[in-house]
């Protein structure tokens, strides 16, 4: 059978098909990001997340869309082969889980959020929760996520440095009591000998990380690969030459950013503006 040809120039991938008719919807209709979360009810962070691709939502979410823009079942519809589509990105993800779990060492920078391996349970739900994620199959996630953690734990444990953006700490959870659990959570891991927390100051300015999430993972035969994660995608770098510049750019912000114990002050100074539990 000969290959589809493509028709209207976009995307024939479920996935970014997905992505690509949401924005192309929301800016014929000339909606913001905000109008559309106050229309439907659901947080606006939801929808940036859906058309950068972070998220599917739920099926819910892609009918209510389909109602406001007149589509009838055109986004559910696309929504439910996205969900099944063995898609590349997710084949590099579960290379990428496997590597990870054979790593020696690992060094990591996040933009916005905490990494999966130093989340705690409430913030793992709220996060997962915001991507679209409810009921039993947001309980299955945290567990899996939380059951992640196991890795940094133990004797033969992998040596674990994240550099966090200033951003990460300065985006609260809304039970306050969470998220000093979360930072709590953070000054302990800190406290591991295999584990270096560190806090990179919004007045470093830009680098080349700015809005790259990136992880590096040392392998037992002396490779190292990168995780790469955008807003948009996320790629497996393996090619030795790429990941070697990728990490001359983490070397750079790790220069930039608090040292392990100024880090550790930086975030008990932020606990100490968490308001307390008052029934505690």
């Known amino acids: 059978m000969p290959p589809r040809r493509a028709v209207t120039g976009r995307s024939q991938e479920p996935r970014q ?5 949401l924005r192309l919807l929301r800016a014929q209709k000339g909606d913001s ?19 950068s691709g972070q998220t599917l939502g739920s099926p819910e979410v892609a009918q209510a869309l389909d109602q406001h823009y007149g589509t009838k079942d055109l986004l559910l519809t696309l929504w439910e082969l996205a969900a099944v589509d063995p898609t590349q990105f997710k084949e590099r993800y579960r290379r990428y889980m496997t590597l990870e ?12 959020t905490v990494h999966g391996l130093l989340q705690t349970p409430g913030y793992a ?31 033969g444990a992998p040596r674990f440095r994240t550099i966090l953006s200033e951003a990460v700490l ?16 953070l000054v302990d891991m ?16 830009l680098h ?32 030795t030459a790429a990941a070697e510049r990728l990490q001359l750019s983490y ?12 880090s550790r002050k930086f975030i008990m100074q932020m606990l100490e503006d968490v308001p307390c539990d008052p029934s505690t």
């Not at 990001?33 to 058309?51: H, I, N, Y």
């Not at 790593?103 to 990591?108: D, I, K, P």
């Not at 300065?170 to 959570?185: A, C, G, I, N, V």
């Not at 070397?251 to 100024?262: G, K, N, T, Y």
Request: aromatic residues 6%.
């Open 33 to 51: 990001l905000r109008q559309l979360g106050d229309v439907l009810g659901w947080d606006s962070s939801l929808f940036g997340k859906m058309e």
């Open 190 to 205: 800190g406290e591991r000998p295999n584990v270096m927390v560190q806090v990179l100051r919004q007045e470093a300015g």
């Open 101 to 112: 779990a054979e790593a020696l060492s690992l060094w990591h920078y996040g933009v916005s």
């Open 170 to 185: 300065r985006t609260p959870l809304e039970d306050t009591e969470e998220w000093r659990k979360q930072l709590e959570h």
């Open 251 to 262: 070397d750079l912000v790790r220069d930039l950013a608090l040292s392990p114990a100024e």
């Open 125 to 155: 739900r709220d996060l997962l929760a915001a991507g679209g994620s409810s009921g039993d199959e947001l309980s299955r996630q945290v567990e899996a996520r939380i059951g992640r953690r196991e890795l940094l734990e133990g004797d």
């Open 208 to 239: 080349a990380l700015t809005n790259t999430d990136t992880m590096f993972l040392r392998l037992p035969d002396g490779h190292t690969v990168a995780w790469v994660e955008t807003g948009y995608s996320g790629e497996l770098v393996e090619e």
């Open 17 to 21: 098909r997905f992505v690509e008719e």
